[in-house]
C-alpha cells in the first residue's frame, strides 16, 4: 500500500486522474513547448492530429460521418486505404431520425454509433448535422434534423449525450447558416438576427449548453462577410461568450480562409485546408496550414502573445481527456447484432406513412373500409415492384457520409425475403434509370445495375407486368447522386427525375393498387398524389433499408414517423423560392454571392400557416393503420408566471385493432404581441405507444421559453404578458384542440 502511495505521489498532475481536469490540463499546457502546441492544433492528415507524444498523449482521429463511420482513406489523399476492418452498419440518415420524433431513438443510435467508432479508435464523429431544412432543393438537408429549430433541438440532444457516453466526441456541424450546398464556399448568408436567433441557432445551442457537446464544427460559407469557420460574432461572441461553450471549435475541410482571423476568431483545430497552393515548401503541407507555422511565425515575432494560443490547446487537451485520455472508456464493437437492431428500429419508427386511401369499395365507413396499405397477404396472387431504388444501394454516395457497409439489405430483398414461401409472385420492373454508378469514393458495390434497355421499353415493360398484377409498388424518388441529394451541390428542380412522374402516371392508369415508396432526404413535387392511394417516404435509411420497408409495407410494423418538414405542393410554396431569395446574387467580382433569407423565420410551417397556403403533406403528418382519438386536453391552469410551468394533458386512445404510435405535438400561438409572430411554433411533443383500445394520458408541459421570441432591439428572448393560445393535435394541420390562457 504504502508504495502505491508514493507512486501516487511521483505521477504528475496532469496524468493524475485524482486530480481535476482543469488542474490536469494547466499542469500539461505548463510544460508544453511552442512546437507541441501548434502541433494539436492542425491536421497531420486527412482526418487526424497529433497528440503529444513526450507526454504520452495518443493521437487523436477523427472521422465522418452522422449516419456510420467512413471507411479510412488514406494518409494524405481521400483514396480509400483499402482495410478490411472499416466496414460499418449504416444508421438511417438524420432526417428519419427526426421523423422518429422519439428521443430515445436518437439516444440509441449515439450509443450504437459511438461503440463502432470506439471499434475503429476514431474519438470523433463528425456530425450530427443540425442545418434547417429552409429549402427542399438542399443537397445536404438528408443528413440534417427537419425544419423546426425545436424537433431538431429534441433530437440532437440524446444523440450527442449517447455517443459521448462512450467516450466519443461529436462535432456537431455545420455551424451555422450552411442550409443549402450550391456555392458553399462563397455564399455570405444575409439573416435578421431573429431568424437567426429563433430557427438556425436553437438547434446548435440545445447541441452546447444541454447536450455538451465536445466538437462543433465551423460551416463553409459567410456570414457578415466572414467565414464562419473564422466568424468572430459566430465562434466568439455567440458560442464561447453566450453559451459558454468550452469544447473545440473544428473547421471544415479547407474552411479556413485567414491566420489573423483563425487566431483571433474562435477556430481551434484546423483540418482539410486545401493542400494545393499551401506547399510553401514546407515539409509537408500540413505545416503550411493556417494555424500551424504561419502562426508559430506570428507568435515568434511578436504579432500574438500565447493568450489565443494556450486557450486553444487548452480546449484540445480537455478533448483528450474527455476522450483519448478517458480511461474509462467501453469497448468498442463493430457490426454487432445489436447496431443493426438499432439501425432497423430507428428505420422503421422513421418511416413515414404519407397517404393510405381506402379502397374503392370497401365500406367506407370506420373499421369496415379497408385502405390500400397494409398489403393484404392472403389475396395478394401477384406483386409487381417497379423502380431502380428497389435494387440500388443508398449508403454509397451522396458526399462525405458516404459508407462502405457490411450489409445492406435493398427494398426488393428485402420483401423478398418477407414473403418468402407466399405464394405472392414478387416480380420487378426496373421502370427507369437513374444512376447506374455503383461506386463512391473508391468503395464499389459489387453488384451491377447496368441496363441497356430505352426509357420507352423500360416504362412498357411496366405497364405490362403492372396490367394483371395485385399490387404495384414503386420505389422511386432521388438517389444521392450528384444534383440529387448530395453534398456539394443542390437539387435543380423540385420534381421527381429520370422521368418517374410519367411512369409513375402510366402505371396509375392500369392499376389501382399503387403504392409509391418514395427515397429521399426532401420532399419532392408529386403532381400525380391524387392518383396514387399509397405513399411512403422511406428516406434514406441504411444497412436494415429493405427489411424495416418491408416489414412497413406488409403491416409486420405499424408505421409511426412524422414529417419533420413541410411537404410543399410546389417549390414557390416555400418562403425561400417565393421571396426569390435562393440562392442569392452574385456580387460583381463573382466571389461572393450573397444569399438574404428574405422570410425571415417564416421557414416551412410558418411560412406556409403564414400565407394559408396548403401543403401537399404539413409538418407532423403522418398516418398509422390504427386510429387514434385525443380526448379534451385538461390545463393545469389558465395563467403561467413569469418562472412557472403549465401542463396539458391529453388521454390518448388507440381506437383501432392494431398496437400503434402517435404523436401529440403541442404548438403555441401568441395571440397579441408587438412583433409580428408565427400563426404557431412547436414547442413540445411525446410518442406514445398504445395497444388496440388501450387508452394514456400524454402530458405536456411548457415554460415561458416556449412563448418567447428573440427581441432583436435588446438582444434578449422576451415573452409579452398577454394571451396565448396552445394547440394540440397529431400534425400542424390537425389540431384538435386549442387551450388559452395567459401569462402573468
Ligand atoms: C464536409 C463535412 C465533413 C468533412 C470531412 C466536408 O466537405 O462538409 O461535413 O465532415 O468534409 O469529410
Redesign the pocket.
Known amino acids: 500500500m504504502m508504495t502505491v502511495g508514493v507512486q501516487a505521489q511521483n505521477v504528475p498532475v496532469y496524468l493524475d486522474e485524482s486530480k481535476p481536469v482543469e488542474q490536469r490540463i494547466d499542469d500539461a499546457l505548463s510544460r508544453m513547448t511552442l512546437d507541441e502546441k501548434i502541433a494539436v492544433i492542425h491536421a497531420q492528415s486527412k482526418?487526424s492530429s497529433p497528440g503529444v507524444k513526450r507526454l504520452g498523449f495518443p493521437d487523436f482521429w477523427t472521422d465522418?460521418?452522422p449516419h456510420g463511420v467512413?471507411p479510412d482513406v488514406l494518409w494524405d489523399e481521400w483514396e480509400q486505404a483499402g482495410q478490411s476492418n472499416d466496414s460499418c452498419v449504416a444508421f438511417p440518415a438524420l432526417t428519419c431520425l427526426a421523423a422518429t420524433w422519439n428521443p430515445q431513438m436518437a439516444r440509441l443510435y449515439g450509443e450504437s454509433l459511438g461503440e463502432e467508432a470506439l471499434y475503429r479508435g476514431k474519438a470523433m464523429i463528425?456530425?450530427p448535422?443540425v442545418n434547417i431544412n429552409r429549402t427542399p432543393l438542399g443537397g445536404?438537408n438528408f443528413?440534417y434534423m427537419g425544419e423546426d429549430p425545436w424537433l431538431a433541438s429534441r433530437m440532437v440532444v440524446p444523440y450527442i449525450q449517447g455517443l459521448q457516453s462512450k467516450g466519443v466526441a461529436a462535432?456537431v456541424?455545420?455551424y451555422a447558416l450552411n442550409n443549402d450546398e450550391e456555392y458553399?464556399h462563397q455564399v455570405n448568408v444575409i439573416v435578421s438576427d431573429r431568424a437567426l436567433h429563433e430557427i438556425y441557432l436553437p438547434a446548435f445551442k440545445a447541441a452546447v449548453t444541454e447536450a455538451g457537446t465536445w466538437g462543433l464544427?465551423g460551416a463553409?460559407n459567410l456570414y457578415k462577410d466572414q467565414h464562419n469557420c473564422h466568424n468572430y460574432i459566430m465562434l466568439n461572441r455567440i458560442l464561447k461568450g453566450d453559451w459558454q461553450y468550452d469544447g473545440v471549435v473544428v473547421s471544415?475541410?479547407?474552411?479556413c480562409h485567414d491566420t489573423d482571423e483563425a487566431i483571433r476568431n474562435g477556430l481551434d483545430m484546423e483540418?482539410?485546408t486545401w493542400t494545393d497552393g499551401l506547399t510553401m515548401g514546407a515539409t509537408n503541407a500540413y505545416d503550411a496550414y493556417h494555424l500551424a507555422l504561419p502562426y508559430k511565425r506570428l507568435i515568434q515575432e511578436g504579432k500574438y502573445t500565447m493568450k489565443e494560443l494556450d486557450d486553444k490547446v487548452r480546449r484540445v487537451l480537455r478533448l483528450f481527456y474527455r476522450t483519448t485520455m478517458q480511461r474509462q472508456k467501453p469497448y468498442g464493437f463493430l457490426c454487432s447484432e445489436s447496431h443493426y437492431e438499432a439501425a432497423l428500429k430507428i428505420a422503421q419508427e422513421g418511416i413515414v406513412l404519407l397517404k393510405n386511401s381506402l379502397i374503392p369499395g370497401s365500406s367506407p365507413k370506420g373499421e369496415g373500409g379497408r385502405r390500400l396499405l397494409p398489403l393484404d397477404l392472403s389475396t395478394a396472387k401477384r406483386i409487381l415492384v417497379v423502380g431502380e431504388n428497389a435494387i440500388k444501394m443508398m449508403t454509397v454516395g451522396g458526399?462525405?457520409?458516404s459508407l462502405k457497409v457490411q450489409r445492406e439489405i435493398l427494398p426488393l430483398d428485402g420483401l423478398a425475403e418477407r414473403l418468402g414461401n407466399h405464394h405472392s409472385q414478387l416480380m420487378f420492373a426496373r421502370g427507369y434509370v437513374g444512376d447506374t454508378v455503383q461506386s463512391y469514393n473508391g468503395v464499389t458495390v459489387g453488384r451491377s445495375i447496368a441496363e441497356s434497355r430505352s426509357a420507352e421499353e423500360l416504362l412498357q415493360e411496366a405497364v405490362e407486368k403492372a396490367k394483371g398484377a395485385d399490387y404495384v409498388i414503386v420505389f422511386g424518388g432521388l438517389n444521392k447522386s450528384d444534383y440529387q441529394d448530395c453534398?456539394?451541390h443542390d437539387r435543380k428542380e423540385y420534381g421527381l427525375p429520370y422521368g418517374q412522374d410519367a411512369l409513375i402516371e402510366a402505371l396509375a392508369k392500369v392499376n389501382k393498387n399503387i403504392v409509391f415508396v418514395n427515397i429521399s432526404g426532401n420532399a419532392v413535387a408529386m403532381p400525380w398524389a391524387d392518383k396514387v392511394p399509397a405513399i411512403l417516404q422511406g428516406w434514406f435509411i441504411g444497412s436494415e433499408a429493405g427489411e424495416a420497408l418491408a416489414s412497413v409495407l406488409c403491416g409486420d410494423v405499424n408505421p409511426s414517423g412524422k414529417l419533420p418538414f413541410t411537404w410543399f405542393q410546389r417549390l414557390e410554396d416555400c418562403g425561400a423560392h417565393a421571396l426569390g431569395a435562393y440562392p442569392g446574387t452574385w456580387r460583381e467580382d463573382y466571389k461572393i454571392i450573397d444569399e438574404e433569407y428574405r422570410e425571415g423565420i417564416y421557414v416551412g410551417y410558418r411560412w406556409t400557416d403564414k400565407q394559408k397556403i396548403r401543403p401537399l403533406f404539413a409538418f407532423g403528418h403522418g398516418l398509422s393503420y390504427t386510429s387514434f382519438k385525443l380526448a379534451k386536453p385538461q390545463a393545469s391552469s389558465k395563467l403561467l408566471t413569469a418562472d412557472g410551468q403549465i401542463s396539458f394533458t391529453v388521454n390518448v386512445t388507440n381506437t383501432g385493432s392494431r398496437a400503434g404510435s402517435e404523436t401529440v405535438q403541442l404548438y403555441i400561438s401568441d395571440k397579441h404581441a408587438s412583433v409580428d409572430r408565427p400563426v404557431k411554433e412547436l414547442k413540445a411533443f411525446q410518442k406514445v405507444f398504445l395497444q388496440p383500445g388501450e387508452t394514456r394520458d400524454v402530458t405536456l408541459t411548457i415554460g415561458r421559453d416556449a412563448l418567447s421570441f428573440y427581441d432583436e432591439a435588446t438582444h434578449q428572448w422576451k415573452a409579452e404578458p398577454g394571451k396565448f393560445e396552445a394547440l394540440i393535435g397529431t400534425a400542424s394541420d390537425q389540431i384538435a384542440a386549442k387551450c388559452e390562457f395567459e401569462l402573468k
Open positions: 482526418f465522418d460521418g467512413r463528425l456530425g448535422g445536404r443528413e462535432c456541424k455545420h458553399r464544427m463553409y471544415d475541410w479547407g474552411g483540418f482539410g458526399g462525405s457520409s453534398e456539394g
